[in-house]
């Protein structure tokens, strides 16, 4: 079966640009996580999302990010005026069960968001 | 969010046994510790997953102490394919829908 997908594989956008990245997880997966790797940086956690409900947004960076998923499938990740410091990587990664279930998560190749 | 650390990086040899170890003081308590791996340009891929003691797989093994404060991934035997950054990765007690994944510890194996 196919695994996690995300697109764009990589974005380059202008300052001040708004940006949606996608995410398709692996089907029946209920629970869907974001992570942000910056260049050379570890993972940060940005949200996670049990069915259609992230239950704490406090993880996205500013109020300039936002996540939602629908139909407890795909997601999307928006940052609006989009600014240098927000290049990374975009991961996100499903599992069956969500955090205190400990589950294997499986990741996506990533978004690679450059902001010129 | 409680900080979770690794060494930077280890140097080992082919065939040699590694152990990674993971500082995580502030894990939460029903949370499990999981073990990633990851290389360049790609997503992190499972390696191994345990709550207390001792579990090993075909690939791992991690011990975890009874305080659950620290974990220490086991790797028998590398190989050059195993040259990667290694990541744990656990909940976070003061925030119950948070996670947080280690500093990452970059092995390099050579022949």
């Known amino acids: 079966g196919a695994g996690v997908s995300q697109s764009p594989s990589n974005k380059v956008t202008e300052k001040g640009k708004d940006v949606e990245l996608r995410c398709d997880p692996i089907?029946?997966?209920?629970?869907l996580y974001w992570y942000r790797q910056s260049l050379g940086q570890g993972l940060e956690f940005l949200i996670y999302?049990?069915?259609?409900?992230?239950?704490?947004k406090s993880g996205l960076p500013s109020d300039r990010f936002s996540a939602e998923r629908t139909g407890g499938s795909v997601s999307t990740l928006t940052i609006q005026r989009t600014q240098q410091e927000d290049s990374a990587v975009y991961l996100c990664?499903?599992?069956?069960?969500?955090?205190?279930?400990?589950?294997?998560?499986?990741f996506g190749p990533g978004t690679r968001l450059t902001v010129t | 969010l409680a900080k979770t650390t690794q060494p930077i990086s280890m140097d080992s040899y082919e065939g040699q046994e590694v152990n990674i170890t993971c500082s995580h003081n502030?894990?939460?308590?029903?949370?499990?510790i999981t073990w990633y791996q990851q290389f360049p340009s790609q997503g992190p891929r499972f390696i191994i997953q345990?709550?207390?003691t001792k579990v090993t797989n075909e690939v791992a093994s991690l011990f975890i102490p009874a305080d659950r404060k620290s974990s220490t991934l086991s790797l028998p035997r590398v190989s050059l394919s195993d040259t990667a950054v290694y990541y744990c990765?656990?909940?976070?007690?003061?925030?119950?829908?948070?996670?947080?994944f280690g500093t990452g510890t970059l092995l390099a194996v050579q022949p």
């Open positions: 990664a499903s599992s069956q069960i969500g955090l205190a279930g400990g589950p294997e998560q499986y």
């Open positions: 089907s029946g997966h209920t629970a």
């Open positions: 999302f049990q069915g259609n409900s992230a239950p704490d």
């Open positions: 502030n894990i939460a308590t029903n949370d499990y």
């Open positions: 345990g709550y207390k």
């Open positions: 990765l656990v909940g976070d007690r003061g925030a119950t829908n948070k996670l947080i």
